[in-house]
Structure formats: structure tokens, C-alpha cells
């Protein structure tokens, strides 16, 4: 039984139910094997075990190698619901070899076996083992091991006739009854008059049978009490340290007279006894009611138990038909129950969108780079936007060569010229502009006005009224230089745009000067980063959005806020989340059928929903035309509350690592009932609660655990790095027809004439 024996250590709920006990031992009642087996190979038992020491509390179950793993550990998350188990190959509980100096002791019935014990307790019965590590030093231990294996009928039959050879004032055991011919006997049938006290003995004797049949109910174990106090390595004078191992041991066997009603336990100290305990040998033992032995051996009753490591948060399986990874799915993770089935969210369904919280460092990043990855093999287009630089670093390493040609990489820490998305640049004047508007003011929100948003407004109309490739870099010389003004505002038709810049021009320069300074300052400060001046106005677009979401695409934006500063990493991450919803919303031109599954990956996704949509219809729209959207963020306080309503309502999976005990309340109610907000408080790293959209409809939550990454792969961050940077180069094509209607009519890009003036 020991070969191929594992131990589970069992970390208990919050609030321990005193009935997962009896409901535990009553399931593993089915361990008892056919009657040949049980000849041929023996009947395998268990081994609780609590393990203390001076800071720790251990509660483990010993499972032998006959018995299926995954069984034991099923049986007692469904006793306990909440509790955890994590199973390891089986070893000693105490260690046997020299210098060791150790008190041990085994607990057996002192009365006849047929008789119980007491089982009823208002409060938890092992409170002074558990509760207190009795003054233990460092180098000590306290193991207590309650041994037990499920019987038959035939035992307990036993049990019943030797109660009754007692009652019978006979004895018990063949050895007893042949003295008892030696001896004289005492029947009250033999008496003429009734003894004094007769009728009490009598009612006695009625109590201890109701006790006897009532033990014989149900199911039964046969079992023993073990227990050892060990010292390991103290210098300390040999005889203080047995005096005190003794005294602890005296402790633990005290403990244990709680137990006392019509039986109670007698210490005994047999042979090698700390060997057996070591082995977990069993060989005959006691007769124990379910009831008994679930008083004997149970996790603690008490919310605080010194040193005693509890679950953080219950393991919840996932609902009938949820996905397996596959080509059409984005992976999350395997199922922490039993089993640990591997667990993903449909492609389909994820049209619903996901919100994913988590605080940094409970494997968030992980998660969205298996998705990320898995979108990419699959063919999906996407578009990740990462503040923080590491995500994208893990995708480079690890993504397949193959795909280095759909790879579009604006990185701002790369020393390379990044790929061009110009702002200004499509088909959709005012949408563009819109976009962009609202944007800047959302970014500087603390320091805009209404007067600011009409000269960022009327510049960017005024630009994209020109001919050739409109340019960011173009607005501050719009508003400071009168020259290049006056040639681009007699090119404009639109007489409100004629009469702002007539206003405009009717200012003075210190008026103008005053009126343009909010925004000039705000230009100045995000277009002086070479890298923004390169990737946003740079010249006409080198990224093809439309064609990179429909084709499979991989656009990664690396923003740091080391390399550009907070705001400035938040416009371009915007001015990207903008691109891609024109983009998407372009796709309203074809069928349903032919719009092929796209993703808008968005980290810290609360700085870059800047667009002037309100977030539910873009939500709302957004499943239509298939653009999957992955919402991730840390804690709710970093969303504004039309934000916050907007993601809680429309981002219909819910993916949530561990979150402050503020935040769980709020999200809880997703969860529930199936996970609660301590649940939600107490996730581990790398462990997550879904609330998934399965088949269109929400489904109940359940927890899993996210896998690691892929280790990366040598020199793949290079290689995919080379070929984006040529994917990044325009179309000799495009260039050319871009060039020549510039030098045709656009006023930017004329030449002084040699007196100075332009032609």
C-alpha cells in the first residue's frame, strides 16, 4: 500500500461546515473492497494527520497507492466546499533516524469497542490541539495521526456480542471467559430480594444499549489514535528535553479526554511505536462509528487557527459545454477542480467582449499574451496596445516565424524609423477629426477649454481641407505663421471655417498668442518626441488597418510611458484604438458572413477609450462587425463611473484575478452565488474567476488557473523586430502618387522663391 502512496494536504475554508465530516467519511465508506480482495490483498485504510510545530499548522490526509488519485482529493472539496487540496508523493511524517530524541503514545478504547464515545460538541472538540502549539521550541513537532479503514458487517457483529457477553456481566474475550470458570459468579436471576441500587444499574444498562445500537448504525471504521512529539536538532541537556517532549505528549493525550461518555481513550505505549507511526501501519484497531471518527479527525470549526494555511478561494468547476483550446477559441486556462480540464472562451462568444481585471502580478499579462499568441496562429487580425512594454516583449519571442511579414510593430524604444499612422490621414473628415478632438481634450481634460477645442477643431478641418497628405506638424505653422495661413484658408469653401480664421486674423498678436498658447503648449510637448513626429506625421499612413484586421494581421504598439511620458503614451494609444474603430466600422460595406474575427487587445484600457462614442454603443457595435474587444485594467477606482457602467454592462465575459476587498463586493455581483467576494479577494497568482458567455447567454462562474508561457524562443524577438521594420516601408507605388500630387498643389510644400516670398 505505501508503493506509489501520496499525501494531500487539505487547506481549509474560511468557515469550516462541522458536518463536511460526517459527510466526508460516510463517501469514503465506498473504499471497502469485495470480500476475496479484501483476503488477497488486504483492506487499504487512511492516515489524517495533523502536523504542528511552533509557527505551523498542517492537516493532511495519507492516501496509499491503491486508491485512484484525484478520488480523495474530490471527495473532500465536495465535504468542504471552499477547500483546496494539493497532492505530493508520500513521506514520513516524522523522521526516524538518530539524533532524534521523541514522546510517543497511542490512544485505544478502554472499554468494550461496542461501546461509543462522545460525538456531540458545541464548540470544536480538537480547540486546545489546534488552537495553541503548547509552548513547542523550535526544533519540535507534534504529529497526530488517526489511522482508519472502512469495515463489514461482520465486525461490527462482533463488536455487538462482546457488548453484550458485558452486559451479561460475562467477558469479552475467550481467554477472560475461561477464568470466569474458575470463578464464581453473581447472577441477580440467583437472588431472592433485589440488590440495593439494582433499578439504577438497570436504567444504566438500558442507556448503554440504546448507545450500542445507535453505534451500530450506518457505516463503521476500524482505527487507532498515534501521536509523537520529536526533537530534531536541540543542543539542549538530553534529560531536559525528554522531560519536555513528555510533558507535551502528556498535553496532546490530555486533549483527547473530551472524548469521554459511555467509552474513552486509554493511552498505551507499544513497541517502535514512532516506526509504525512513520510507516503508517495500521493492523488491528478499534471499532469507530462514521460519527466518531468524523469527531476524531475534521478540519477546524474556528475562523483563526494559529498557523494554519487556508484556501483562499474555492474551487468552482466549469459549466456544462464550455470550449477546449482549439483554432476557434482564445485560450484561459485549466480548471483547478479535480480533474483540471483545459478551458477556453469561443471566438463566437467573445464577440461579447472580456473585461480582465487584475492587480499587477497576479498573471494578467500572461493570460492576454495566451490569447494573443492564439489569435495569431489562427489567423485572426488583431491589435494589442501596451503601456507598459512587456507584454509585447513576450509576444515577440514566442511568436511563429512565419508570421514576421503580418507583423507591424511601433515600438518606442526601438532606434529604428517606426512604421506612419498618420491621424489625419482617411476618407472620413469629420469622424477623423472628431476622433482626434476628442481625444486631446479627454487626455488633457484638467486644462481644456471650450476655446481650445474650437482652435484644435478648426485647425484640423483647415488641414484636411488641403490638398496633398494632411500633417500634425503643419498645425502649429497654421497658427503662427500668417504667410502660410493666408495660402491655406483661400483654398477652404466652407464659409463657418472662413469666418473662424477671419476672426483669428482680426486678433493681435499678443491676443493670438494668448489664445493659442493651452493648445500650442500641448502640440509643442507631443510633437518635440522624435518618435511621435516619425510614427503620427511622418507623411501618408504606411499601416494598412483595414487590410492588417481582414488578412490575419499582428499590430503591436509598445508605448512606454518611460520612453513618451504619460499623456503623450496615452494619445498615441488612442489615436490607435481610433484607427482601429474606423476601421471596423468600415466593414459595415460587407456582408456578414465575409467580416472575418479580429481582436483590439487594450491594457490599461481606461487612458485610451478617449473617442467621442459613448463606450456601450461602441461595445454594442463593435460585436457586429466582429471586432472582438479585450478590456484589461487593474482595480475599478481607475474608470470613471459612465466607464465602469459601460464595461460592467456590455464587456459580458468576466475574467478576474485577485482584487481588493473593495472591488470584490462590486464584482461579486457576477459571481454569485457560485463565488463570493472573499472568493474574489483571496484568488492566488495566476488564478482567476470567469463569468463567460457560453452560446450567447451568461453562464455561472467557475475558477481556473492560467498556464505559463511558452519559454521564449532564441533570436525570434530579432527576427520578427527585421521583418517588421520592412513592413513598415510604403509601396514604391503609393509613394510616388503621394509625391507627386504634393509638389502639384499643396502650399506646405512649396519653395521660397529667391526674394524670399512664396510664389
Not at 517532549?245 to 483527547?256: F, M, S
Amino acid at each position: 500500500m505505501a508503493s506509489n502512496a501520496h499525501v494531500v494536504q487539505i487547506l481549509p475554508p474560511p468557515v469550516a461546515d462541522p458536518a463536511g465530516a460526517l459527510a466526508l467519511w460516510s463517501h469514503l465508506i465506498g473504499l471497502l473492497r469485495p470480500a476475496w480482495r479484501r483476503f488477497l490483498l488486504g483492506q487499504p485504510h487512511l492516515a489524517w494527520e495533523y502536523v504542528l510545530s511552533r509557527d505551523t499548522a498542517r492537516i493532511q490526509l495519507w492516501v496509499p497507492g491503491g486508491i485512484p488519485q484525484g478520488m480523495i482529493e474530490r471527495a473532500v472539496e465536495a465535504a468542504w466546499p471552499g477547500a483546496r487540496t494539493r497532492t505530493a508523493p508520500a513521506t514520513p511524517p516524522v523522521r526516524t533516524a538518530s539524533p532524534l530524541e521523541s514522546a510517543t503514545g497511542e490512544l485505544r478504547l478502554a472499554r468494550n469497542e461496542g461501546l461509543p464515545i462522545r460525538t456531540d460538541f458545541a464548540t470544536d472538540p480538537l480547540r486546545a490541539l489546534l488552537g495553541a502549539p503548547f509552548g513547542l521550541d523550535r526544533c519540535e513537532q507534534v504529529v497526530v495521526q488517526v489511522l482508519a479503514r472502512p469495515t463489514t458487517g461482520r465486525r461490527r457483529r462482533k463488536a455487538r456480542r462482546s457488548a453484550r457477553q458485558v452486559h451479561a456481566q460475562g467477558s469479552a474475550t475467550p481467554a477472560s471467559r475461561l477464568l470466569d470458570l474458575f470463578t464464581p459468579s453473581t447472577r441477580s436471576s440467583d437472588l431472592r430480594a433485589p440488590l440495593p441500587g439494582q433499578h439504577q444499574s438497570s436504567l444504566e444498562t438500558s442507556v448503554q444499549d440504546r448507545a450500542i445500537v445507535t453505534k451500530q448504525r450506518g457505516g463503521a471504521y476500524e482505527g487507532r489514535i498515534r501521536y509523537a512529539v520529536t526533537d530534531l536538532h536541540s543542543q539542549e541537556n538530553r534529560t531536559d528535553i525528554r522531560a519536555r517532549l513528555r510533558g507535551h505528549a502528556h498535553a496532546v493525550a490530555g486533549v483527547y479526554s473530551i472524548y469521554t461518555d459511555h467509552n474513552y481513550f486509554r493511552r498505551k505505549r507499544p513497541r517502535r511505536l514512532l516506526r509504525s507511526l512513520s510507516e503508517r501501519r495500521l493492523g488491528q484497531g478499534d471499532l469507530w462509528s462514521v460519527a466518531e471518527l468524523s469527531a476524531l479527525a475534521h478540519l477546524p470549526w474556528d475562523a483563526a487557527v494559529p498557523g494554519l494555511q487556508r484556501a483562499g478561494a474555492r474551487a468552482v468547476s466549469p459549466p456544462p459545454g464550455i470550449a477546449s483550446p482549439g483554432p476557434s477559441t482564445k485560450p484561459i486556462g485549466l480548471s483547478d477542480t479535480a480533474g483540471h480540464q483545459s478551458v477556453a472562451l469561443q471566438t463566437a462568444d467573445a464577440r461579447h467582449h472580456i473585461h480582465l481585471l487584475g492587480a499587477t502580478g497576479s498573471g494578467k499579462s500572461h493570460l492576454l499574451a495566451h490569447m494573443i499568441l492564439a489569435d495569431a496562429d489562427a489567423g485572426r487580425g488583431q491589435v494589442v496596445i501596451d503601456p507598459k512594454g512587456d507584454l509585447v516583449v513576450d509576444v515577440l519571442t514566442r511568436l511563429p516565424e512565419h508570421l514576421g511579414d503580418k507583423v507591424v510593430l511601433l515600438d518606442a524604444d526601438s532606434r529604428s524609423h517606426p512604421p506612419i499612422l498618420n491621424p489625419l490621414d482617411g476618407d472620413n473628415t469629420a469622424r477623423t477629426v472628431d476622433n482626434l478632438v476628442s481625444i486631446f481634450s479627454r487626455v488633457y481634460a484638467a486644462s481644456w477649454g471650450p476655446r481650445t477645442d474650437d482652435i484644435l477643431r478648426a485647425g484640423l478641418l483647415t488641414l484636411r481641407a488641403l490638398p496633398g497628405t494632411p500633417l500634425l506638424t503643419d498645425l502649429p505653422k497654421l497658427l503662427s505663421n500668417e504667410v502660410f495661413r493666408h495660402r491655406a484658408t483661400a483654398q477652404i469653401d466652407d464659409e463657418i471655417l472662413r469666418g473662424f480664421w477671419s476672426w483669428y486674423d482680426d486678433l493681435s498678436t499678443a491676443a493670438r498668442a494668448h489664445v493659442t498658447a493651452p493648445l500650442m503648449n500641448k502640440l509643442r510637448g507631443f510633437l518635440l518626441r522624435p518618435f511621435v513626429r516619425e510614427a503620427l506625421s511622418g507623411g501618408p499612413s504606411t499601416i494598412d488597418m483595414d487590410h492588417l484586421l481582414d488578412d490575419g494581421g499582428v499590430c503591436l504598439v509598445r508605448i512606454t510611458r518611460g520612453a513618451l511620458g504619460p499623456e503623450t503614451a496615452h494619445l498615441i494609444g488612442s489615436v490607435v484604438v481610433a484607427r482601429t474603430w474606423l476601421s471596423a466600422t468600415r466593414r459595415a460595406r460587407l456582408p456578414q458572413a465575409q467580416r472575418r474575427d479580429a481582436s483590439l487587445y487594450i491594457d490599461e484600457a481606461h487612458h485610451f477609450l478617449n473617442l467621442p462614442y459613448p463606450l456601450e454603443d461602441m461595445l454594442a457595435e463593435a460585436r457586429g462587425y466582429r471586432l472582438s474587444m479585450v478590456l484589461a485594467h487593474q482595480y475599478l477606482r481607475q474608470l470613471p463611473k459612465e466607464l465602469e457602467e459601460g464595461i460592467s454592462a456590455n464587456a459580458r465575459t468576466k475574467i478576474f484575478f485577485n482584487s481588493s476587498p473593495e472591488d470584490a463586493r462590486v464584482l461579486a455581483q457576477h459571481t454569485e452565488p457560485r463565488l463570493t467576494a472573499h472568493d474574489l479577494s483571496n484568488l492566488d497568482a495566476f488564478h482567476v474567476a470567469v463569468r463567460p458567455v457560453l452560446n450567447g447567454t451568461e453562464a455561472p462562474a467557475f475558477t481556473a488557473v492560467t498556464m505559463p508561457l511558452p519559454p521564449p524562443i532564441p533570436g525570434r524577438a530579432r527576427h520578427i523586430r527585421a521583418a517588421a521594420r520592412r513592413n513598415a516601408r510604403p509601396t514604391v507605388t503609393r509613394a510616388a502618387e503621394r509625391q507627386t500630387e504634393a509638389q502639384s498643389s499643396d502650399p506646405r510644400r512649396a519653395r521660397p522663391s529667391p526674394g524670399g516670398e512664396l510664389p
